[in-house]
């Protein structure tokens, strides 16, 4: 028999809902790039304040900047969904209420534009990944960010906060220097206003969410009783440190750390978690193990992964019990529910590679120390883009520049767009070189064992 839809009116008895008035609920924060991370993250956290009482003003309004499969899966459901946590002890499913509408950019761009604009929106946050900020062109992020803040200029109304949630360092500051060029190009005046009215704040933002499976709808279904199209996996992990500077309140999030400055946990998540996460992800599509609890049942893995981290990552680190964290990292990355596909965290590797690890290599080879385990990142990342069609906005550029390279360590450092002042490094390409030769003979089994006795 088939299920009936999830939605307000079908609520199912003994999971947790919303405990507020959701027909009360307006739009304070306008969120572009309306994905699964943002749907486990930031609207769990925003859910949270709305549940321990605080304004009603703070609902989401999602835009979707492409496609339309989340407004099409999420209008039928009123915008409900199912938080599913899951690690090994079993699955806690949650529904969430706070996203009160979906927006579609292509479809009504003027609709996205005004929601914006409007007086009661205090927050417009992103997550756009790493690539929405590399255009300024019609249709991205940063052109809807700006034409909605010349029109509320010119309605009269007040200033907002610009949040990106993005993997960048400073992205706060990344985003504001879009932002502003690209007003200062419309009209100065109204890059002054953005300047002198609006915040950037920086953040840092963790929790692991897969892409969401059909084996997971059908589990989810079957637990709820009634379908719900789109679903968010997530682990039980949240992490969010922010810095406090909003222009127009924010909502009182629990278990949100305020910071003066995000920039050591930035890093630290950048260099840490995103760092090893794309380890994993290249050594694992090279090996043929498919996901990342998979990947972490390789012994030899699990010990270069944290050799990498102690010895190479947190010497560039500043905080607080960094072995803690490593330690809570691996148990995380193990973690058999999530089934987190290697592939997908290999995408767009051109856009992660220079902050996740190349950023890390710039600081040991500053402190003239080794890079070893680094270059292995390094090597697995070009040893990926052998293979034509790597889902990469420069796939094409560097497919040819490999194939171009024949396998030289000093060449691929050419490769200006991700490599930049690295180029020709000698401690890089003296690190680097072996590693390839090695992935290309001997495989990823075997070139780890090599790396098991490095000092």
């Known amino acids: 028999m088939e299920l009936v839809r999830l939605s307000d009116s079908t609520r199912p008895a003994g999971v947790r809902s919303p405990r507020y008035a959701r027909q009360a609920l307006q739009t304070g924060i306008v969120h572009l790039g309306l994905g699964a991370f943002m749907r486990g993250h930031l609207a769990v956290a925003t ?55 979906c927006l579609v950019a292509p479809d009504d761009p003027a609709a996205v534009v005004a929601r914006i604009a409007a007086e009661a929106t205090a927050i417009v946050s992103l997550t756009i990944t790493e690539k929405g900020y590399t255009t300024t062109g019609p249709g991205s992020a940063v052109a ?156 030899a893995l699990v010990h270069h992964l944290d050799a990498l981290l102690r010895d190479e990552v947190e010497p560039t680190l500043t905080g607080v019990d960094l072995d803690g964290y490593r330690q809570r990292l691996l148990t995380r990355f193990a973690n058999p529910a999530l089934a987190h596909r290697c592939a997908q965290i290999a995408m767009d590797g051109s856009q992660k590679l220079p902050q996740r690890i190349l950023d890390t290599v710039r600081a040991r080879l500053a402190a003239g120390q080794p890079i070893t385990r680094l270059a292995l990142t390094v090597a697995a990342w070009w040893w990926h883009q052998r293979q034509p069609g790597v889902d990469d906005p420069m796939a094409a550029d560097l497919h040819a520049h490999w194939l171009r390279s024949g396998g030289d360590a000093d060449a691929l450092t050419r490769f200006a767009p991700v490599f930049g002042d690295l180029a020709g490094a000698p401690a890089l390409v003296a690190a680097l070189q072996p590693l390839l030769r090695s992935l290309a003979e001997r495989g990823v089994p075997d070139t780890l064992k090599t790396l098991e006795n490095l000092p």
Request: proline residues 7%; aromatic residues 8%; hydrophobic residues 45%.
């Open 144 to 299: 809807f960010i700006v034409e909605g803040l010349a029109q509320r200029r010119a309605l009269g109304h007040g200033p907002l906060t610009l949040l990106s949630l993005d993997n960048l360092p400073a992205n706060g500051r990344v985003l504001q220097a879009q932002v502003l060029a690209l007003a200062d190009r419309r009209s100065p005046d109204l890059a002054r206003w953005i300047a002198s009215r609006c915040t950037f704040p920086c953040s840092m933002v963790d929790r692991i969410v897969p892409r969401t499976t059909d084996s997971d709808r059908a589990r989810i279904a079957a637990a709820l009783g009634v379908s719900d199209a789109w679903p968010v996996v997530g682990e039980p992990f949240f992490d969010w440190a922010v810095e406090d500077h909003f222009a127009a309140g924010r909502p009182d999030w629990p278990g949100v750390l305020f910071v003066a400055d995000a920039g050591p946990f930035e890093r630290r998540k950048l260099r840490m978690v995103n760092g090893a996460h794309s380890t994993i992800a290249y050594l694992g599509t090279a090996a043929g193990w498919p996901t990342v609890d998979v990947a972490m049942q390789q012994p």
């Open 47 to 101: 859910e949270d304040a709305l549940d321990s009482g605080d304004s009603l003003r703070w609902g989401i309004s999602g835009v979707s900047l492409r496609s339309p499969d989340t407004r099409d899966a999420l209008a039928p459901q009123d915008g409900l969904y199912t938080l599913a946590l899951r690690d090994a002890a079993g699955e806690h499913l949650r529904l969430i209420g706070c996203v009160r509408e």
